[in-house]
C-alpha cells in the first residue's frame, strides 16, 4: 500500500520526493517482499520506507473494499502522519494541509483546541 511520501501527491498533498518511496507492508508479505526485491536494511542510504504495522491494524488501513486490490493509498490521514514523521520541513506543510480539510469536517468542526 503505498504511503508517506509516496501517496502524497495521490491525496492532494503538495509534496513530491522524487527517488523515495514509502509503502505499509501486511506482515505476513513482508519476507516475500526481501525476497523478491533483495531488499537491504540501510537506515542511511535508504530511499525505501517499509512500514510493517501489525495484522490487527490492516482493518483499518484497508477496508475490506480494497483489501484484495494491489497499489492503493493509506488513508490521506495515515499519510499526514507518515509526513510529520519525516521531520522535514516541506512534508510538514504538506502533512498540514493534508489534515486541515479533515479536521474541519469533523465532528470538531475545525475548532482547535486553543479556541
Known amino acids: ?32 517482499l526481501e525476497e523478491t526485491f533483495g531488499l537491504v536494511l540501510d537506515a542511511k ?3 525505501l520506507i517499509v512500514r510493517v504495522p501489525p495484522a490487527s491494524a490492516w482493518p483499518f488501513l484497508a477496508p475490506e473494499s480494497q483489501a484484495s486490490r494491489e497499489g492503493h493509498d493509506a488513508p490521506a490521514s495515515v499519510v499526514a502522519a507518515d509526513l510529520l514523521d519525516a521531520h522535514e520541513d516541506r512534508a510538514s506543510v504538506a502533512a498540514e494541509a493534508i489534515l486541515e ?4 469536517s469533523s465532528a470538531w468542526g475545525g475548532r482547535r483546541s486553543s479556541e
Not at 480539510?101 to 474541519?104: E, I, Q, R, S
Open 101 to 104: 480539510p479533515l479536521l474541519a
Open 1 to 32: 500500500m503505498r504511503a508517506g511520501v509516496s501517496a502524497a501527491p495521490r491525496v492532494g498533498a503538495d509534496y513530491v520526493a522524487p527517488g523515495r518511496a514509502e509503502v505499509y507492508v501486511h506482515p505476513e508479505r513482508i519476507q516475500k
Open 45 to 47: 542510504r535508504g530511499n
